[in-house]
């Protein structure tokens, strides 16, 4: 799914312990102009918000791309840059249990239950 397109107004990371860790702030334009989209990162997206509600949790997936469609590292990322913001299901063994003891919201340190991306989109965006 794509999930967002804007303006990247606010990116902040570091280097901690091996991590790139940092959260980027998007102003949303076009059909997504009033919105803001917010990532949690550790080295990948871990954690995504729209108007401050969880949209993409992990173990499910979450990217920036250029709007030439080309994908983005977390290291090139820059304030002032045009991204899109594109979503897509985890394998169903992280989905599972066991997968989601290892690789879910609470692994992270977040006080939520997993809950699947497509039923996020479908609330939040209508899809």
Do not use: C, Q
């Not at 303006?7 to 991590?19: A, P």
């Not at 989905?95 to 989109?121: C, I, M, N, S």
């Amino acid at each position: 799914w794509v999930v967002f397109r804007g303006i990247v107004e606010k990116y902040e990371w570091r280097d901690e312990k091996g991590f790139l860790r940092g959260e980027v702030m998007i102003k949303g334009i076009d059909a997504f102009a009033g919105l803001t989209l917010r990532s949690w990162i550790m080295n990948e997206h871990i954690m995504v918000w729209l108007n401050n509600k969880p949209l993409v949790m992990p173990p499910d997936l979450f990217t920036l791309l250029r709007d030439d469609g080309e994908p983005l590292t977390n290291t090139d990322l820059r304030e002032g840059m045009l991204v899109n913001g594109v979503a897509a299901k985890a394998p169903d063994v992280w989905r599972t249990p066991a997968g989601l003891k290892y690789f879910g919201p609470r692994h992270f340190g977040f006080d939520f239950d997993y809950v699947p991306v497509e039923e996020l989109v479908k609330e939040l965006l209508g899809r």
